[in-house]
């Protein structure tokens, strides 16, 4: 609950700070990946592209929509590059749906 609140003010990189040092002393931080489509939907695609980049051992599982809606997001704000190399990285089979959003920037 910490790490969304952390999140939702504006505070990625209190977030990911926070995870690191749990991480550290063994504690398992697992926060929804509802946050990222939240911070997506604010306007805030890096952030949500940091937060997954930062945090990819202690996100819940992200399907292809939610990989689809950061990927998005980042087209829309002009980050192509973020975006094509994002679902690679992450090893997601992208859809119809995300290339729409790569050819539409």
């Known amino acids: 609950m910490l790490v ?7 505070n990625v990189d ?3 700070i926070l995870i690191n040092e749990l991480n550290k002393n063994k504690f ?5 990946v509802d946050v990222i489509g939240l911070l997506t939907a604010q306007g805030r695609p890096l952030d949500a592209y940091r937060l997954v980049m930062g945090a990819q051992n202690d996100l819940s599982s992200m399907n292809v929509v ?3 809606v ?3 997001g ?6 192509i590059d973020k975006a ?3 679902a690679g990285m992450m090893g997601v089979r992208l859809n119809v749906v995300t290339y729409n959003s790569l050819f539409n920037e």
Request: proline share 3%; aromatic share 14%; hydrophobic share 35%.
């Open 28 to 32: 398992k931080v697992n926060f929804p």
């Open 4 to 10: 969304h609140y952390l999140c939702m003010e504006n």
């Open 84 to 86: 094509c190399n994002f």
């Open 74 to 79: 980042l087209c829309k704000e002009g980050n």
């Open 14 to 16: 209190g977030a990911l």
């Open 66 to 68: 939610d990989y689809s």
């Open 70 to 72: 950061l990927v998005d």
